[in-house]
Structures are given as C-alpha cells and as structure tokens.
C-alpha cells in the first residue's frame, strides 16, 4: 500500500462549480501535511498548508481528518485557471524534512 | 522571494554516459532534495543532504550519486546513463525547519538515448 494515497483523476469540472477531493495516508504518525499545485511540465509549488482546525485561502478549502487519516481539498466557484495537478504532501516529525508525495489528482475545468 | 535553478531544462544524453545535474538555491537553505517524476509513480526522493558534505539516501538511490561541496549547490550524478533513468529530475530546498515547505527547481527532462 503506497504510504500516500490519491485518485488520479481527472476531475472533468464545469467552470463555476465545486469540486473536492481526498487523500489518505498510512502512517498515523504524520505531523504536517500540503497540498501543491502542479501545472503541467512545471515544477510543483505550495498551494496551501493544512492545519488540523482546517483552513481556507480564498476558494479553496483544506481539512484533515486524523481519526480516519485524510486530508481533502474542495475548490469552489471553479475557474478554468485551476486546470491543473494537485498533488498531497505528508511529512513525519521522524523523517525531519522528507515530504511524502501523492501521485497526484488531475482536475480539468471546462467551459 | 526564494529561488532554485537548476543548470538545464532539457537534457539529451546516450546510455553510459555521465551525467551532472545542477541545483543551486539563493536562500542560505540546509536541506536539498533530489526527485525524480514519472507517469502513475509520482514524486519519489532520490538523495537529500542536511548540510554541506552530508548526504542521505532516498527511496531510490541505486544508479545515482551526489555532492553537496557548498552550502547553495547540491549535484545530481548518474554515473552511467541508462534508458530508465529517462525522467523528469526535480531539485528542491527547505530552511531547516521542520514542517516547512519545499521550494521546487524548474526541472530536468532527461531523455536517455
């Protein structure tokens, strides 16, 4: 079992909806967890952190479930300009900067 | 604003060869990574380094190498190229905190001939 688990996708979303998704994780003792925007051909880069009170930046929402260990992402009012790879990142206070990466899950907004 | 590069954004080389990818970052950042990227396999680490002249093995180091000789510059050495070593090669920073984001590099596309 991968140690960070998403659905590949794709996400095929009509412009203005909502779409969310999750990520599962194995390890219980994982501490911080990110999710990262990738577009394609390019370098990933910080979406945002998740917090365990869940957090909002804008219209994205991130939330973390530690009792059933995953974290989900849900982007509202979608725009075309969120087309793009959103990869799910786990680091372990043991492992110290190592980040586990997802595969990532591909999302496709549509006119 | 943080800023990793790496020396080329495409690479073409044939199958022995040697191969030196270049990572340098402007932040004074003590960890650096090496990825690599493939279809369906996602991100996987092959070095990272805590500090000059100190290096760790990552999840896949078999065919790869490193050296980390100043604080900014951290290499990625493939002894002698193989066709499976055709990948996308993402170097990454961090401060060293834990719990920090990573700062990504452009990236290599590597195509081994």
């Known amino acids: 079992r991968k140690e960070v688990e998403q659905d590949p996708g794709p996400f095929n979303v009509p412009e203005g909806a909502t779409v969310a998704f999750n990520c599962t994780y194995s390890?219980?003792?994982?501490?911080?967890f990110f999710w990262y925007r990738q577009d394609c051909r390019k370098e990933p880069k910080l979406l945002m952190s998740v917090y365990s009170s869940g957090n909002e930046d804008g219209r994205f929402t991130a939330q973390l479930n530690r009792a059933s260990q995953y974290i989900s992402l849900l982007i509202r009012d979608s725009k075309l300009s969120d087309s793009a790879t959103y990869l799910c990142?786990?680091?372990?206070?043991?492992?110290?900067?190592?980040?586990?990466f997802g595969g990532g899950t591909r999302v496709l907004v549509k006119p | 604003d943080v800023k990793v590069t790496q020396s080329s954004r495409y690479l073409v080389k044939r199958t022995g060869e040697k191969v030196f990818l270049e990572c340098v970052q402007d932040m004074d950042h003590e960890n650096m990574f090496w990825y690599r990227q493939d279809p369906g396999l996602g991100l996987r680490l092959i070095y990272f380094s805590y500090d000059v002249k100190m290096k760790e093995k990552g999840d896949i180091p078999e065919g790869y190498s490193v050296s980390r000789e100043k604080k900014e510059r951290f290499s990625l050495i493939l002894e002698s190229a193989s066709t499976n070593q055709t990948s996308m090669y993402l170097c990454a920073s961090i401060p060293g905190l834990v719990g920090e984001t990573q700062y990504f590099g452009p990236g290599t596309r590597l195509l081994v001939l």
């Open positions: 390890n219980s003792a994982s501490q911080s």
């Open positions: 990142v786990v680091n372990k206070k043991a492992a110290g900067n190592k980040l586990t």
